[in-house]
């Protein structure tokens, strides 16, 4: 059986009815309708070599794949050349915040210039990765102040992007408050108050801090 076999074999319509909706302006048929936990364990089976050189994919499913076998990758400089590979094809939010790289974990410091690369890339998406990817690895032990100036002063207008910075800033004052407060109120006026209303729904962030942010105009 081919991937594309595999993927219609695990197929649910009325999953793939509701998830339509969840990633808007595909084409009808671009989601089959697998459901993640049977895409994590069909990453296990399948050829991964095969998968990943084969671009572009034409499913959603194929991509989510490619994602999810990238994302469990150990080699760091194998794992970065087939992300820089696989991001132009990347075309949603889903596929996009599915590529977490393991690996980079133990690689913060040697990332950082790809990271900035990414966050001034003309692709949303990529836009929208780098932002993902110092939200999921550089707001702990890897955070520098400096990074969230980074994400404050993208000008994009593309809602996928403005999200992400809006998530950003959301978990940022739950890890790190005391450097990211005085970065909020310079937040172009949509952004800041994505991130106060994702911050207010945080158990992560305190009820005295809650309050700070409801004050903030």
């Not at 939010?93 to 690689?107: E, I, M, S, V, Y």
């Not at 929208?128 to 100036?149: S, T």
Request: glycine fraction near 4%; aromatic fraction near 12%; hydrophobic fraction near 40%.
């Amino acid at each position: 059986m081919t991937i594309k076999d595999h993927l219609f074999a695990l197929q649910d319509t009325k999953y793939r009815d509701f998830h339509r909706s969840l990633v808007p302006g595909m084409p009808e048929d671009y989601i089959i309708g697998v459901r993640m936990p049977a895409l994590r364990q069909l990453a296990k089976d399948i050829d991964a070599e095969g998968l990943i050189a084969e671009l572009p994919h034409h499913y959603y499913e194929e991509n989510q794949l490619h994602a999810i076998v990238l994302s469990g990758m150990k080699d760091y400089g194998q794992c970065l050349a087939e992300v820089e590979r696989f991001l132009p094809y990347v075309n949603n939010w889903a596929t996009c915040d599915g590529l977490r790289p393991r690996c980079f974990t133990k690689h913060t410091e040697e990332l950082l210039p790809h990271v900035k690369r990414w966050l001034a890339a003309e692709h949303e998406y990529t836009v929208r990765f780098g932002i993902g990817i110092l939200e999921a690895f550089y707001l702990d032990n890897a955070f520098r102040e400096e990074q969230l100036l980074w994400v404050a002063n993208i000008n994009r207008e593309e809602y996928y992007i403005r999200m992400m910075q809006a998530w950003y800033f959301a978990t940022a004052l739950a890890k790190q408050w005391d450097a990211t407060l005085p970065v909020i109120s310079t937040l172009p006026d949509w952004i800041r108050r994505k991130t106060i209303h994702k911050a207010g729904e945080s158990f992560r962030v305190s009820d005295e801090h809650k309050e700070i942010l409801r004050n903030i105009k």
